[in-house]
């Protein structure tokens, strides 16, 4: 039994109660925070973030079976994102301050997160996986759709969470959007 399989294994003999509490906490936040990306509220968003964030999202190959672990770019190999709060704050500040282009006008989005799945829970911090689309439209034409599953962790704050950490995974190999300024 793997590591992750034993943290799982001691969630699940949490009382189903407690479960249930959690995984309501958990998607009520995951809602939340797609909510205020939808309505453009960066600045809230952004306090959902811990100071000690990491946003990485790594660049995804076609591989053949021999190679699935070299599928996905590795940490400190090339990545869309490898962002830590200070970036993730650079980049609320272009968007709040118009001086981003690829946002001008801004694109409208749809943030849908399904498929929540508590992986573990340890001390005040809970891994979960989840499945996400981010639908955008620009302009009058644009569209560009986006598809994934993500491993993100939160800590307990209080009544509520920030997040820690959030690593996305594409299912595409091919990007065919004109820019990556949404996020995720």
Not at 33 to 46: G, I, Q, S, T, V
Not at 91 to 102: C, I
């Amino acid at each position: 039994m793997g590591v992750l399989d034993h943290a799982a294994a001691g969630w699940a003999q949490t009382p189903l109660s407690e479960r249930a509490l959690l995984q309501y906490e958990v998607e009520q936040f995951l809602y939340a925070e797609a909510a205020l990306l939808d309505a453009r509220r960066y600045r809230d968003w952004l306090a959902l973030m811990a100071e000690d964030v990491t946003y990485w999202m790594p660049v995804r190959r076609t591989v053949t079976s021999a190679d699935l672990d070299r599928e996905f770019t590795k940490p400190g190999e090339v990545a869309y994102f490898d962002d830590d709060w200070a970036y993730l704050e650079m980049r609320v500040k272009k968007l709040e301050a118009g001086s981003a282009w690829s946002e001008d006008p801004p694109s409208r989005s749809r943030h849908f997160v399904s498929n929540v799945r508590i992986l573990e829970v340890a001390g005040d911090e809970i891994t979960l996986e989840a499945s996400f689309h981010v639908h955008r439209t620009r302009l009058e034409r644009d569209q560009d759709s986006w598809i994934g599953r993500r491993e993100d962790v939160l800590r307990r704050v209080g009544d509520s969470f920030r997040l820690v950490r959030r690593h996305l995974f594409l299912d595409h190999t091919v990007i065919q959007s004109t820019n990556l300024s949404t996020i995720f």
